[in-house]
């Protein structure tokens, strides 16, 4: 069962920044989750909210700011420190080279970002890292059937906060290849039959032994988690 950092080692560190990713490469973490939003001036950024407002000592949207103005602001207030709002192209320069999967939230469900799918893919080409390192994942379902007809080599992750009718035949449709439920989102018999048809599980946030041992006990493909440290320490008991 793979361990992927959530917003990075967000329990220690600044979440979405790049000393939270950091400290996932170097607790040895499976994968990486990351949020992904697009400026004013169409770059990609990562940050959990359509606002700066609760993670930064500045305030408005990012889809009104251009990067230049958001590199200007400190994301590390929470943890009293001085951090900054990566770009992608940093996190994927980080991940290179390394067996960490790359797990990017594209943050379309509140604010629409037009054409952050194409953007997305380009510059993930550019970057060169390979196809099978990265999943994209959203709330917004739109957004998985886009990147599908857009770049059907990458793998895409339904998120799900509600259970679905025809789980299985939904993701058919809106061509996913994984579902990443939370925690209480679905039964064990509905994991095991998401499997069954082949579909990755990969359950969010697990913050508890009990959800660690449930979805052990399950043979889920991984789980996101605040503390990869913590649930080593707990995955292996």
Same mark, same amino acid.
């Given at each position: 069962m793979?361990?992927?950092a959530h917003?990075?080692?967000?329990?220690?560190?600044?979440?979405?920044?790049?000393?939270?990713?950091r &400290?996932a490469v170097d &607790?040895n973490a499976?994968?990486i989750? =990351?949020?992904? !939003?697009?400026?004013?001036?169409g770059?990609l950024v990562?940050? !959990?909210?359509?606002t700066?407002d609760?993670?930064?000592?500045g305030h408005g949207q990012? &889809?009104?700011?251009?990067l230049s103005?958001?590199?200007?602001?400190? =994301?590390?207030v929470?943890f009293?420190v001085e951090d900054?709002i990566? /770009?992608?192209?940093?996190?994927?320069?980080?991940?290179r080279?390394?067996?960490?999967?790359?797990?990017l939230?594209?943050?379309?469900? $509140?604010?629409?970002?037009p054409?952050?799918?194409? *953007?997305?893919?380009d510059v993930?080409g550019?970057?060169?890292?390979?196809v099978?390192q990265?999943?994209?994942s959203?709330f917004n !379902?739109? /957004?998985?059937?886009?990147l599908?007809?857009?770049a059907p080599?990458?793998? *895409?992750a339904?998120?799900l =906060?509600?259970?679905?009718?025809d789980?299985?035949a939904?993701?058919?449709?809106?061509?996913?290849t994984?579902v990443?439920? !939370?925690?209480?989102t679905?039964?064990?018999?509905? $994991?095991l039959?998401l499997h069954e048809?082949?579909?990755a599980?990969?359950?969010?946030?697990?913050? /508890?032994v009990?959800?660690?041992?449930r979805?052990?006990?399950l043979?889920v493909? &991984?789980?996101f988690v605040?503390d990869?440290e913590w649930a080593?320490a707990?995955?292996?008991?």
């Open positions: 793979k361990l992927y917003r990075g080692v967000m329990a220690c560190y600044p979440e979405n920044t790049m000393s939270a990713f &400290a &607790a499976d994968g989750e =990351a949020d992904v !939003h697009m400026t004013k001036d770059e990562l940050i !959990h909210d359509e700066i609760r993670t930064t000592d990012v &889809a009104s700011m251009r103005e958001l590199r200007r602001v400190n =994301a590390g929470p009293d900054r990566p /770009t992608l192209e940093e996190l994927l320069d980080l991940c080279g390394t067996s960490l999967r790359l797990n939230e594209v943050k379309t469900d $509140i604010e629409r970002y054409g952050i799918e194409e *953007r997305l893919i993930i550019n970057q060169h890292l390979p099978e990265v999943v994209f959203s !379902h739109m /957004t998985l059937n886009r599908q007809k857009l080599e990458f793998e *895409r339904v998120l =906060a509600q259970p679905l009718y789980l299985v939904y993701c058919e449709k809106v061509g996913a994984a990443h439920p !939370h925690v209480r679905l039964t064990d018999d509905e $994991i039959g048809f082949g579909l599980v990969r359950p969010y946030t697990v913050k /508890t009990a959800d660690l041992e979805f052990r006990r043979g493909d &991984a789980l605040n990869i080593k707990y995955s292996t008991l």
